[in-house]
Each structure stands twice: as C-alpha cells, then as structure tokens.
C-alpha cells in the first residue's frame, strides 16, 4: 500500500517554481498586487525556473491583461504552464481562440491534456462540440492524444454536457488500445456523468482480452475506486468481480466503495441473495471504523431488494449492534437512521432512541424524519432550545429549513430565524440567510433588511464572519435590487481583501485594493523553513511532506499555526469516508479559524490518495482547515490549493473517524 501512495504522490508533481530567494515575488502574489515590475521581471528571465514561478503567480490574478505577456512566451518551453494560467485567470476570447491555435499546431505530444484541461475550464457549449468533432475526426484506430477526459471533466463542472461527450468517455474506456491512464481518467468522469446502460458489457469484454492488465496494477487503486464509482444499476459478477473484488478486503477506500453499491451486485442469480447480506454484516463488522461506518450509513440501501423473511434475520441482526456498547455512537446512530428507513415504524424507533442514548446528532436526524411534519418541527424546536453547542444548533437548522415547505413558516419558526440574523453566530446567520426563500422574504421584508443593514456594518471587517457577510449580501439582493446595491455599498469599505473580493465579483468594479500584510512576514519566514510534519492523532501519526515550492504559503501558514500550539486538542469535525478528513476548526463546526485568512494557491497537480488541502468558502479564503484525501477525486484539481501529500501513517488515515483529536504537530 504505501509504495502505491508513493507512486502516486510523487508520479504528478511538477518541477520547483517558487524557491526562498523569490521573496518579492511571493510578497505580490500574497498581496494580490501582482506588480508587473517584479512579475514581468520574472517572467523574462533567462532563468526557466523564475519564468515558470512568475506564470504560476500570474495564474492566481484572474488579470486578463496578463494573458498577451503570456502569449508571447516559448510554447514550446512553457506550453503546460501557459495553459494552466490561461485556464485559471478565466474566459477571455484571446485566450480560447490561441488554445485551438494552439491544438491544432501538432504541439509536443505531454502539452495536449494541459490544452484540453483550459479548453474545457474556459470554453463554452460550442468549444464542447468542435472538440467531440477534432476527437472524432481522427480515422486511425484511437484518438491519438491522451487527455480528451480532462475536458469533458472541466465543462462537465460547469454544467456543460452532450451525450456525444459521453460517448467518447465510453470509447476511452473500452478501446483496446486505450492506456491505463486513460481508462481511469474516463472512469472518473464517467461517475459524474452517471454511468453508461451499456458500459458493462463492452468493459467486461475488453478486460477478458485485454494485455493491459499487468500494466494497470501500479493504479490498480484508482482503477477500482472509479469501477465501483461506475455501478449504478444491478451487475452481474464476472469480470468486474476478478477486477474489483478480489484481495478487496486490503484496502479499505474500495471497501468504503464495494458497500456503498453492494445492494446492486448480483452474485450468479437474478436476486439479492444471503451472499449480499452476510457481505453487509461482515462490512459491519470490519475493524476499519470508516468501512463499518459507511456498511451503516449504506445498508438502507437494501430496503427494495430483501423479502419479508430476510426482513425478519436483517431487524435481528442490526439490533443487536445496536445495543452493542462496544460499538462507536456514530455507527450506532447511523445505523438506528438506517434501520428506520429499512423498516419504517416511528415509533418504535423512537423508543430504540431513547434507549440508546445517542448523540444529539443522531437525535435531530431521526425526529426530523416524522412524518407529520408539525410533530417534526415542535421536537426540533425543543432540541434547538435545549443544545448549548452550535454544532447541534447547525444540525436543528438544516433540518428546519429542509421541512419549511410542509410547516409554511409558523410563528416559532419565524422568530427562530430572525433571531438567528440578529445574534453572533457566524455559522447560524449564513445558515439562515442561504435557506431561508421568496415566501419568508415578502412576509418579512421590512425586519430583514434591518437586521441585514446593521449585522453588514458590524461583521464586514471581522474575518469570523466572512462567510456570514457573504451570506447577507446574497440575501440581500433576493430582498430588492437597489437594496442589494447599498449592501454592496456598504461592504466595499470592508479592511478585508476576501470580503472585498467577494463584492468586487458581484460588481464590475475590480478595484477592490490589495491583501492586507500584517501576517506576510511571519508567513515568509516559515515558507521554506520546514519539509515535513508528523501530525500525531488519537489513532497514530501521520507524517506529511510540504509542497512549498509550490505551496508556500499554506505550507507556511500551516507550520506557522503548528509552532504556535493551534491545532493541539482540535477536532477532525469532517470525514467523508472514502473522500477527505478534515481538521483545524477550533470549534469542531466548520465555521471557525484563527481569526485571518490567507489567499488560495491553485495549482496543476492531482488530488489523490494521500494529498493534503486546504479548504475554504471560495478563492483566497484559507485559514486554518485543512483535509487530506482518502481517495483520489480529480474534480478538485485546481480549484483547492494542495500543499503536503501523506508519506508514512494512510492506515491512521482511514481510520480517522469525526471527534478524533490532533494531539500534536511536530515539525521537522
């Protein structure tokens, strides 16, 4: 396993772009300045270093007028990184219109998918079509480009599809002589398309003739990952099986995976059978806390497929794991909300509830479900005015707003979310202002833009409530059109680059100022300083390696935090089995942070297994939350700033579970 991560983790990076003698450079890409002194001064280096570090720089400035500077560069030297920035500073037509220039040149065979990618990131509906034409316009047995899948991922982001996009996808696939690279890539876009009625049959076919399987094995991981994430509809075990199945039980990402799509596989009949069933227990079971995690959240699954005989056995064998005080709250609790949506009977749930004690999460999730939506609410309304955490508050509200429609605001719930825009929790305020619809707007105009007006002069300059501002400003325009304005008015004097930023893309005034740089000097003389970190949990270490040649400031920002104790004591308050971790919320919200944020840094490298990334609300958001994958998803390739990638400690990794502690950060 781990010379698999190794493979991976060390197979994308690119060559060093920033080093510790480029201050001044690092300095206006932290400030947003972007000044064209220090940057073209880079740029038109004899050093291909400094212009590579100076192009990265570039691509975080979403500044169309750097686009012709760029232009005029050595394609052949820099094509890869022209496309990156030209993708990444946005839609202009200079840029789009040298990309199919660019394309159609016959340039060097590793800069096509660097092209497809910024096709993809920047075209519109049209680009889609005359790509699915140059891909099918080449007559020799395969496209002869890799790449084409990097495209269809990027427009698919943006919700542009075509069954055509589809079809290519299907043939990278299944083609003879497509390479293992490629094969997974369309795997991967393949799952967010949503499976193919006919891919099954022409994959199985391909992968009992197929010579490639040897050569597949390096990825075998991510092939798998991608197979399982295909299964959309019941398959019979064949291939797929010897592909997917066997040894499965070694990792546990493609457990995470099997469980999730288990109720669909068909082993030798035409039924679910007790093969099925005794997978599910025995997933249950597992000692991974993640896999058995995800075998409760999945077993609902199998509600249409079991009869009334195996119903029985089934209800036996999850009530005894119910009440089996070894087992994690958090698997119990998911598997008393599963066990409801197998069986139904709420009041005989109820009663488990209650016995079991469970956490208040648990609690909330399972009264939500009432059918009587009245009786729902009311118990949701004691829950909320009963929990001190705001954890547990977000958690009612959620529920609240997801059953507004069938309580058509009642006066309780009225006064709770005018309560909540008018109060100093952050993750409340944005929380009610993005739920709350037309019908609570028009019956509470005149209070809300009120509460909007005052709550924006308050919190636009404190960094907690960034995204409670943002919140309010979207609310606002819901509310009245020039109203909205004079928010946008209001917030524009905000000291806050990320506030500023955020208004200044509602607007076409770009005249938003530069990044404030009172943490600028601590976070330089941490950039380079360190080359890993041993972040030790309440289930081990994990050991990460620093990215700061092309990350430097979140690795900085990251050490910065560590040396000061920050994360000692601090939750993993996320984890999505089989996606990320995530940690460095001192309120286990969310929501929380030191108090500043930093600016994002994108760039062109994978997220896979083992990488660590910072999360955030939008661009140059960060702060202090970081998470690391435990499965490769390319869709958040570029679009989250990668900054460490795990060495040593995957298995703590996949242990993790929400509640788990970092109990300290040592670096070396």
Not at 102 to 125: D, E, R, V
Not at 172 to 197: D, F
Not at 361 to 366: C, D, E, S, T
Not at 445 to 465: A, G, P
Request: hydrophobic residues 40%; charged residues 25%.
């Amino acid at each position: 396993m781990r010379a698999l991560i190794f493979f991976i983790l060390f197979s994308n990076i690119l060559f060093a772009q920033y080093d510790s003698t480029m201050y001044e450079l690092i300095k206006t890409t932290y400030a947003r300045s972007f000044d064209t002194h220090i940057v073209y001064k880079y740029l038109h280096s004899n050093s291909e270093q400094k212009t590579k570090a100076a192009i990265l720089s570039i691509a975080q400035s979403e500044d169309t007028l750097f686009v012709p500077k760029l232009l005029n560069l050595d394609s052949n030297k820099y094509g890869k990184e022209i496309c990156f920035a030209l993708a990444q500073i946005g839609k202009c037509d200079q840029s789009i219109n040298f990309l199919w220039k660019y394309l159609y040149s016959s340039p060097l065979p590793k800069t096509y998918p660097k092209i497809f990618f910024a096709i993809g990131k920047i075209g519109n509906g049209n680009d889609l079509k005359k790509l699915v034409e140059f891909y099918n316009s080449f007559d020799g047995p395969i496209f002869p480009y890799e790449g084409i899948s990097e495209a269809i991922l990027q427009f698919q982001i943006r919700g542009i599809k075509s069954d055509d996009s589809k079809l290519i996808l299907e043939t990278e696939i299944t083609h003879q002589l497509s390479s293992p690279n490629r094969i997974i890539k369309a795997l991967c876009v393949l799952s967010r398309y949503g499976g193919s009625e006919n891919l099954w049959t022409d994959f199985e076919n391909f992968l009992n003739g197929s010579i490639l399987l040897n050569s597949i094995e390096k990825k075998e991981i991510e092939l798998k990952q991608f197979v399982l994430m295909n299964i959309k509809k019941e398959v019979f075990i064949t291939s797929v099986q010897t592909l997917v199945l066997d040894e499965v039980h070694k990792n546990p990402l493609l457990l995470i995976q099997l469980v999730k799509i288990l109720h669909l596989l068909r082993f030798n009949t035409n039924s679910f059978t007790n093969l099925n069933l005794n997978l599910y227990f025995e997933l249950l079971n597992d000692v991974n806390p993640n896999v058995a995690l995800q075998a409760a959240i999945s077993i609902k699954n199998i509600k249409d497929y079991i009869n009334d005989s195996l119903k029985i056995e089934v209800k036996s064998r999850i009530d005894e794991m119910l009440f089996d005080q070894s087992k994690p709250m958090g698997f119990r609790g998911e598997l008393l909300l599963s066990r409801y949506e197998i069986f139904g009977n709420y009041q005989e749930n109820e009663k488990i509830i209650n016995k079991l004690n469970l956490p208040i999460k648990y609690q909330i999730q399972f009264y939500a479900k009432n059918q009587d939506s009245k009786k729902a609410a009311k118990k949701l309304f004691e829950l909320f005015g009963h929990t001190y955490r705001t954890k547990d508050e977000i958690e009612v509200l959620q529920e609240l707003l997801e059953i507004k429609d069938k309580i058509t605001y009642s006066s309780e719930l009225r006064i709770i979310f005018l309560h909540i825009l008018k109060s100093e929790k952050a993750p409340l305020i944005s929380i009610v202002a993005d739920g709350i619809d037309s019908v609570f707007i028009a019956q509470n105009s005149k209070k809300l833009r009120e509460i909007i007006s005052k709550q924006i002069n308050i919190f636009k300059d404190n960094s907690d409530f960034l995204e409670a501002t943002m919140s309010l400003i979207n609310l606002s325009k819901k509310i009245d059109s020039d109203f909205y304005i004079s928010m946008i008015e209001k917030t524009k004097s905000s000291t806050l680059y990320s506030i500023r930023k955020f208004v200044s893309s509602k607007t076409e005034d770009k005249r938003i100022g530069y990044k404030e740089l009172d943490k600028f000097e601590n976070i330089w003389s941490n950039s380079f300083k360190y080359t890993q970190a041993i972040i030790k949990t309440s289930k081990g270490d994990i050991t990460i390696q620093f990215n700061s040649e092309l990350a430097p400031i979140s690795v900085a920002n990251f050490c910065m935090l560590a040396d000061q104790k920050f994360y000692i004591g601090i939750a993993f308050h996320r984890v999505v089995p089989g996606f990320v971790i995530q940690a460095g919320d001192p309120t286990a919200t969310g929501w929380g942070g030191p108090g500043y944020d930093i600016v994002s840094e994108f760039t062109d490298t994978d997220f896979g297994i083992g990488y660590v990334g910072m999360a955030s609300a939008g661009k140059d958001t960060e702060s202090s939350q970081f998470f690391i994958m435990q499965g490769s998803h390319p869709y958040l390739d570029s679009r989250y700033t990668l900054f460490a990638k795990v060495i040593e400690g995957m298995a703590v990794v996949y242990s993790i579970t929400e509640e788990d502690l970092i109990i300290s950060i040592e670096l070396n």
